[in-house]
């Protein structure tokens, strides 16, 4: 089933920091994770996604992930790989723009696909139904990821496609968000 | 082929940061990572890890990984899942110190598996292997995860089993040791 990568759907990636629920279920805006920049940057350039979007609409969060990235681009010079791994990286202010920005690199509008530790309601597709489908067809794909508790219900309305919680043999499902991230992105486009 | 969890051999993980190998491949003892204690911790817990071993001989950085893991016991009263996940860490001095903790509870010798991002001289076994060992046979499994540029020769020498590394559609695969993780666990107990 494996194609040449230039034949695959085109993937994207959001890091959405607004509109997320907090612990009470509160709409809020979430504070950028350091470490969310580079690792998910190395995920995303090792299973071949085409631009991280770091989403939020704050401008002392902007700068913040803006000197984040400098950090790692400047002062991190011998790590050569690290450093490429930066390129994939966007920041943006609204889940709009990021949306906007696949559709001119695209020319079409991508499938929005959703992710959650929690079974949420929304359209769902198995992992192996997306890899097939993105294997198969031409068609990009943009997987979102919330951070603090999870995608708002004003997102997860707009969604073509959820995937299942990710679960090991029992009922805790709690990783991280940079955690997940790299799971989701190995069911998709591991070898 | 899924088994019930009781069944199954039980797996162990060792964050090794001596004896491994720095960007000249010299042995050297690396920096604890602050986020690798509750991220690895999560991934450890979500996918049904019995310890949690974090392994440096410098009892300064005995002290941090104490420090970091007393941080998210003691501030972060409201996440619960994340406190509960910590009590999957044991920080020892060296990898013969977790080997002797993990056959105090076993019994038996674990297998020792190692992991790499580059392919390293070390009998090989495919993910769909283990996995498959690991759910028909009861013996105790120990996934060894280096942190620098890897794990030192001398550490290979003692594996039983070296698991491939992980790639995605093409050539570049520098993931963070917490991705790595996550990516691993999952390959083997994910559902």
């Given at each position: 089933m494996l194609r040449p990568y230039s034949n695959m759907g085109n993937l994207y990636l959001g890091l959405l920091h607004y509109p997320v629920r907090n612990r009470k279920g509160e709409i809020v805006t979430s504070a950028l994770t350091g470490l969310d920049v580079p690792d998910i940057a190395r995920s995303c350039r090792t299973f071949g996604i085409c631009k991280y979007y770091i989403i939020t609409p704050l401008p002392s969060q902007q700068q913040v992930a803006q000197r984040i990235y400098d950090y790692w681009d400047k002062?991190?010079?011998?790590?050569a790989h690290r450093r490429e791994a930066l390129q994939v990286i966007k920041v943006v202010a609204t889940l709009e723009a990021s949306l906007a920005d696949v559709l001119a690199i695209e020319g079409i509008r991508p499938l929005l696909v959703g992710t959650s530790a929690q079974k949420r309601t929304a359209p769902q597709f198995t992992y192996e139904q997306l890899r097939e489908k993105l294997e198969l067809e031409n068609t990009p794909a943009y997987l979102l990821f919330g951070t603090g508790?999870?995608?708002a219900e004003e997102v997860l309305e707009r969604l073509d496609v959820m995937l299942p919680p990710i679960y090991g043999p029992g009922p805790y499902n709690h990783l991280s968000v940079r955690s997940a991230v790299a799971v989701i992105l190995d069911r998709l486009r591991g070898h």
């Open positions: 002062e991190e010079r011998d790590h508790w999870g995608l």
